[in-house]
């Protein structure tokens, strides 16, 4: 398996632009997570999906972040307009989610670097 | 919800030391605790977990330890080896699948 993929892997965009990420999570899993890492907040949690469902989407920041998921090989996250303090990197991560009080390991994929001038 | 508290935030060691990162949590009813390696510019990988129904996890040369009762779990890494410098993340549950991470511990192992 080529693992979860995402992509593009930079983005330089203006400020005002719209940008959309990318990920196709690993076949088979059921979950899918978009994170946000910068280095004053750490890795936070924007959005999930279970199912192809968003379950819990109380990390996205405002109303300029929105996230899909299509089908159960694709997602997107967009941010419409972008804003210099979007700049971070975005992991999207997939797992085989099986019940809910049973935890299984977190695939990440390679992130996407984005900056917004 | 769950809370996670991490520490170091850094550490020091000299290649073949011992390293000890120890994470705090809140929610006496977690029952999964992973440690995820990030080196620098790729993506955090998971290292070791483990599951509330034991006390400890070894693999090599890393263990996780867990104190239900304190609330707390630790990751050692024994022999510590310059590959072994990365930002070192912990977690717990909080909520379907979905994780809260600590804020990470930057070790750095000099030759």
């Known amino acids: 398996d080529a693992g979860v993929i995402q992509s593009p892997r930079h983005e330089v965009t203006e400020m005002g632009q719209e940008v959309t990420l990318r990920c196709k999570p690993i076949?088979?899993?059921?979950?899918l997570f978009w994170y946000r890492q910068t280095m004053m907040r750490g890795l936070e949690l924007l959005i999930y999906?279970?199912?192809?469902?968003?379950?819990?989407d109380s990390g996205m920041p405002e109303d300029r972040f929105s996230a899909k998921m299509p089908n159960a090989s694709f997602s997107t996250l967009k941010i419409q307009p972008s804003e210099p303090r979007d700049s971070a990197v975005y992991f999207c991560?997939?797992?085989?989610?099986?019940?809910?009080?049973?935890?299984?390991?977190?695939?990440f994929g390679p992130g996407t670097r984005l900056t917004v001038l | 919800g769950e809370n996670v508290e991490q520490h170091p935030s850094t550490l020091s060691v000299q290649e073949g030391d011992s390293a000890v990162i120890k994470c705090t949590y809140s929610?006496?009813?977690?029952?999964?605790f992973p440690w995820y390696k990030q080196e620098l510019g790729k993506r955090p990988q998971l290292i070791i977990d483990?599951?509330?129904?034991?006390g400890e996890k070894k693999d090599q040369r890393i263990a996780v330890t867990l104190n239900k009762t304190a609330k707390h779990f630790s990751l050692h890494i024994t022999e510590t080896q310059p590959e072994d410098s990365a930002v070192y993340f912990c977690?717990?549950?909080?909520?379907?699948?979905?994780?809260?991470f600590g804020t990470g511990t930057r070790l750095l192992v000099s030759p």
């Open positions: 991560a997939s797992t085989r989610g099986t019940s809910g009080s049973s935890y299984n390991e977190q695939f």
């Open positions: 076949s088979g899993h059921n979950s």
């Open positions: 999906f279970n199912n192809n469902v968003p379950i819990d």
């Open positions: 929610d006496s009813a977690s029952n999964y």
């Open positions: 483990i599951r509330s129904n034991v």
């Open positions: 977690a717990a549950p909080t909520g379907f699948q979905k994780l809260v």
